[in-house]
């Protein structure tokens, strides 16, 4: 199923998507290329946040860039890597059965399938700036990607 498609599929039942993923066999670079998409939206999210930052501060907006893509293109992958390895030790600890890859692909699929929203915070972030319609936004996208992480742990851990 494309990806557009199975975003959509997420947003209806996230375990039915993961499970799917993980169906396919474990391969680490299908893991990978969803880490780095969810990264690179999430990125193209911040560009009307720090277009905005940079009118209203008069900094120049190149840096911000450049900062925002390092952080998200070479960081958050690590950082991501480190939570997903984290929260296998997690649930394993609470006798749950998992694999590594089945927690990193939870993880990763979440922050991917959550990313139309980081997408609507963004431009929210843009546009109208700090205020309520920003928190409800940012609330809105946790609960998601929380719902969609958990259900996936716990759709990775069904199929062992």
């Given at each position: 199923?494309?990806?557009?498609?199975?975003?959509?599929?997420?947003?209806?039942?996230?375990?039915?998507?993961?499970?799917?993923?993980?169906?396919?066999?474990?391969?680490?670079?299908?893991?990978?290329?969803?880490?780095?998409?969810?990264?690179?939206?999430?990125?193209?999210?911040?560009?009307?946040?720090?277009?905005?930052?940079?009118?209203?501060?008069?900094?120049?907006?190149?840096?911000?860039?450049?900062?925002?893509?390092?952080?998200?293109?070479?960081?958050?992958?690590?950082?991501?890597?480190?939570?997903?390895?984290?929260?296998?030790?997690?649930?394993?600890?609470?006798?749950?059965?998992?694999?590594?890859?089945?927690?990193?692909?939870?993880?990763?699929?979440?922050?991917l399938?959550?990313?139309?929203?980081?997408?609507?915070?963004?431009?929210?972030?843009?546009?109208?700036?700090?205020?309520?319609?920003?928190?409800?936004v940012?609330?809105?996208?946790?609960?998601?990607?929380?719902?969609?992480?958990?259900?996936?742990?716990?759709?990775?851990?069904?199929?062992?």
């Amino acid at each position: 199923m494309p990806v557009v498609r199975d975003i959509a599929a997420t947003y209806r039942g996230p375990h039915k998507v993961v499970a799917r993923l993980l169906a396919m066999g474990e391969r680490e670079d299908r893991a990978f290329v969803i880490l780095m998409a969810a990264c690179v939206v999430t990125f193209i999210g911040q560009w009307p946040r720090l277009a905005r930052e940079a009118h209203v501060t008069g900094q120049e907006l190149n840096p911000l860039l450049g900062g925002t893509l390092m952080a998200w293109l070479f960081i958050a992958p690590l950082l991501a890597y480190a939570l997903a390895f984290a929260i296998h030790f997690v649930f394993r600890a609470l006798r749950r059965k998992q694999t590594p890859y089945g927690s990193r692909v939870a993880l990763f699929w979440a922050m991917l399938a959550a990313s139309p929203l980081i997408l609507l915070h963004g431009l929210v972030a843009g546009f109208i700036g700090e205020g309520i319609q920003l928190s409800i936004v940012g609330l809105v996208w946790l609960v998601c990607f929380l719902w969609f992480w958990m259900s996936g742990m716990l759709q990775a851990g069904k199929g062992i």
